[in-house]
């Protein structure tokens, strides 16, 4: 993690046993925080460590060592407003589990979760006979997988600790990978509560513009979907990319116990992507005080088979997509 702290080259910093100018790999005998390799181990490191001393542990996007504090390297913090930026760190809970949203609520990077992609460009993936740049094999991974950088450009990502984000790649006529392939996509996690809460599901996305319905993503839990977000028609040129159509946040009541929850996307069929995304946030507060809500109207997009679990399938419309002559 890389603070955004700045010090004055100007003025003499020499004594100022608050940063680390001039004290790199020094311990705090001499300090109120510390600058060396193993401050992180007694969370007594001082707030510009990783600017002026950059050791190993700040490049990992770890809240590990610096609760309460805001950074940028990574693209994630470990102070209690980092909820409201949407910038936690995917073990911010785990890491500093007295904050009062951690107290409150489930760390769902933290959850055991499951993952299918089928349809993506991206390599190497080991396989003895399909080239690394290969054509949409199916993939499963898990979370402990994307901690250890794996796979290669996966579909599913944490950004922060109750954030999930769908990447799509890039199809021949607008995007970068050249991708002719429907994507379809799917996530599992098992949440086990020992009392009530409430789960509430937003969405954010970028998709096409150019015909509505094709990009969805819904949430399901114990098997019933109840919401779910798409494209939405607003352009004419078949490349224009946009806000995805948002459906209305949702709010369920969870009883003590197992609960399963359930992410099923798919692109609808292999055209018009690039830069296209979705996240949902889904965030499971202990409790709770917001109004239930009934859950969403969701299409029907979801087949199983031999695919490893229910994973989108490519809808058949009405009318024939435009392409570019």
């Not at 995007?175 to 098992?190: F, K, L, P, S």
Request: charged letters at 20%; proline letters at 4%; glycine letters at 12%.
């Amino acid at each position: 993690m890389n603070y955004t702290t700045e010090t004055d080259t100007d003025t003499d910093t020499e004594g100022d046993v608050g940063s680390c100018a001039g004290r790199c790999h020094v311990g705090a005998s001499d300090a109120s925080c510390a600058c060396d390799a193993d401050c992180t181990d007694r969370d007594y490191c001082c707030p510009d460590v990783c600017l002026e001393c950059q050791p190993d542990f700040c490049f990992d996007g770890s809240c590990d060592g610096f609760c309460g504090q805001e950074g940028d390297f990574g693209g994630c913090s470990c102070d209690e407003l980092c909820v409201l930026r949407g910038d936690c760190c995917s073990n911010y809970c785990g890491s500093c589990p007295d904050h009062q949203f951690c107290a409150d609520n489930v760390n769902l990077a933290s959850v055991d979760w499951s993952f299918t992609d089928l349809g993506y460009f991206a390599g190497p993936h080991g396989h003895p006979t399909i080239p690394d740049r290969h054509n949409g094999t199916l993939r499963f991974y898990t979370s402990d997988d994307l901690a250890n950088g794996e796979p290669v450009n996966p579909a599913w990502s944490f950004v922060n600790a109750n954030t999930v984000r769908w990447d799509i790649e890039g199809d021949n006529e607008c995007g970068e990978y050249g991708n002719d392939n429907t994507q379809r996509v799917y996530a599992q996690a098992v949440i086990t509560l020992t009392e009530a809460a409430q789960l509430q599901v937003v969405y954010d996305g970028f998709g096409e513009l150019v015909d509505s319905g094709f990009e969805v993503l819904q949430t399901h839990l114990n098997g019933e979907c109840i919401s779910q977000s798409e494209t939405v028609e607003a352009s004419e040129d078949i490349c224009d990319m946009g806000p995805i159509a948002v459906a209305e946040p949702v709010v369920v009541f969870l009883a003590p116990g197992v609960h399963t929850l359930e992410l099923h996307g798919t692109t609808g069929d292999e055209l018009y992507h690039q830069n296209a995304f979705y996240e949902v946030a889904l965030i499971i507060e202990i409790g709770g005080s917001l109004p239930v809500t009934s859950p969403g109207i969701c299409s029907n997009i979801n087949g199983g088979g031999d695919d490893g679990g229910p994973i989108g399938v490519a809808k058949t419309n009405a009318f024939t997509r435009r392409s570019r002559l």
